[in-house]
């Protein structure tokens, strides 16, 4: 074993044993294990060790930083899995209208708040730390309805469902700034037209590898479950979000973007095609890889949060606002459930928690540059993870407020 091959192997065990005390302390606190992997990051990244930062060297870590993306990837194929096409249409027009009426919200919001505190950094910034703020977590959204009892209101139902829209066009966004942004550092002029194209690009690829996975995918799944190999399922899965992956990156899209449309074209009937092998769900099968991928992006995205830039009022005071702006515009969502018969301060509350996308987010802002400056320095990258931690810990004291309060005399 090499040298650095032991080094990589014992910063991947250490990610992964603290992401889990994290998570697990989390967890008996009644928060999402996210929540306590990315803490746990955060602990690491600000420990001085033989007076050098050995663990925030992990954070930029070329190969460690692979590992991260891997599990991003990984973590938007799940989220995708988790949410078909099928449920999707089934939320209806009342969960697209709490999903656009937070995003556009938020959107506004963050961007007024990038104007005022960062003038000098340029509208690329203001505009793609804007976009950051929108995406709502559909994971931690839906632990703390189950966890409370009520997965199955009409106010979850919404909620999970505009979660899962904000997904939907928090990375059709990324992948449409990305684009821009990417565009304008090699001398493209920024402007409208290229916008336009770029988005349709986004939502292009997304209807046609839906439209193409749908009429392929279960030839190709039955195929494979005619091989005589094990495991396929999963391996055939994966394989797929690999190549939808380098799909979308070869058309200028992040690469997440091709792993979550992978994740949507999956549906159960797929796993079905296993199941006299004797193959678990496709879901179940995920779990296990999810559970060591996940804590090392989440891990290695607190390693890149400098507490230290809090010294800097600015800092502070951008954080603090964004987290305003964060929670004001998805107060926004109640609009969309206007004329229902449901509380709308929890579906309002509901769709506040930041989370996964968001984080991806933030990740990718500090690998954009704009004449050579990234998107995201280390003060703006951890204020916008402190916007993950706070409005994540406020969610479920704010649902269970709601869940005590009598219905009628709750909504807004």
């Not at 009892?149 to 992948?175: F, H, K, Q, T, Y």
């Not at 987010?361 to 402190?386: C, E, H, K, M, Y």
């Amino acid at each position: 074993m090499t040298g650095s091959i032991a080094t990589l192997v014992l910063a991947l065990a250490i990610i992964l044993i603290a992401g889990k005390l994290g998570g697990s302390l989390a967890a008996r606190l009644g928060q999402p294990e996210v929540l306590g992997e990315l803490l746990a990051g955060i602990v690491l990244g600000n420990l001085a060790l033989h007076g050098n930062h050995w663990f925030r060297g992990l954070g930029t870590d070329r190969t460690v930083d692979a590992f991260a993306q891997l599990g991003a990837v990984l973590l938007l194929f799940e989220v995708g899995v988790d949410s078909t096409v099928p449920d999707m249409l089934k939320v209806g027009s009342r969960a697209a209208a709490v999903a656009l009426f937070g995003i556009a919200a938020t959107w506004a919001l963050g961007w007024a708040v990038a104007i005022v505190l960062l003038p000098d950094r340029g509208s690329s910034v203001h505009v793609f730390l804007g976009a950051t703020l929108t995406a709502t977590s559909v994971g931690i959204t839906a632990r703390v309805f189950r966890d409370f009892g009520r997965s199955r209101s009409p106010e979850a139902l919404i909620v999970l469902g505009a979660a899962v829209i904000d997904d939907v066009v928090g990375l059709v966004i990324l992948a449409v700034l990305t684009s821009a942004i990417a565009a304008g550092e090699a001398g493209v002029p920024f402007q409208p037209s290229g916008i336009a194209w770029q988005a349709l690009k986004a939502v292009g690829f997304l209807f046609g590898a839906l439209l193409l996975g749908v009429l392929t995918s279960r030839r190709l799944f039955a195929l494979a479950a005619r091989l005589a190999a094990r495991d396929l399922l999963v391996v055939t899965a994966l394989a797929f979000c690999f190549v939808l992956a380098y799909c979308a990156w070869r058309v200028g899209l992040a690469p997440i973007v091709g792993a979550f449309a992978a994740g949507l074209i999956l549906e159960p009937a797929h796993s079905e095609l296993f199941a006299h092998r004797g193959e678990r769900p496709l879901p179940e099968l995920l779990r296990p890889i999810g559970s060591v991928f996940f804590p090392i992006f989440f891990v290695v995205t607190g390693l890149r949060v400098d507490l230290a830039a809090f010294g800097d009022t600015r800092v502070l005071g951008l954080a603090a606002l964004l987290t305003v702006a964060a929670v004001l515009g998805k107060l926004a969502c109640a609009l969309g459930a206007l004329g229902a018969p449901v509380n709308r301060w929890t579906i309002a509350l509901g769709m506040v928690p930041r989370g996964e996308v968001q984080l991806v987010f933030a990740n990718i802002g500090l690998t954009l540059a704009v004449q050579g400056a990234p998107i995201f320095d280390r003060g703006l990258f951890s204020a916008v993870v402190f916007v993950v931690v706070l409005t994540s810990l406020v969610t479920p004291i704010a649902l269970r407020w709601t869940f005590a309060r009598d219905p009628a005399r709750a909504a807004l």
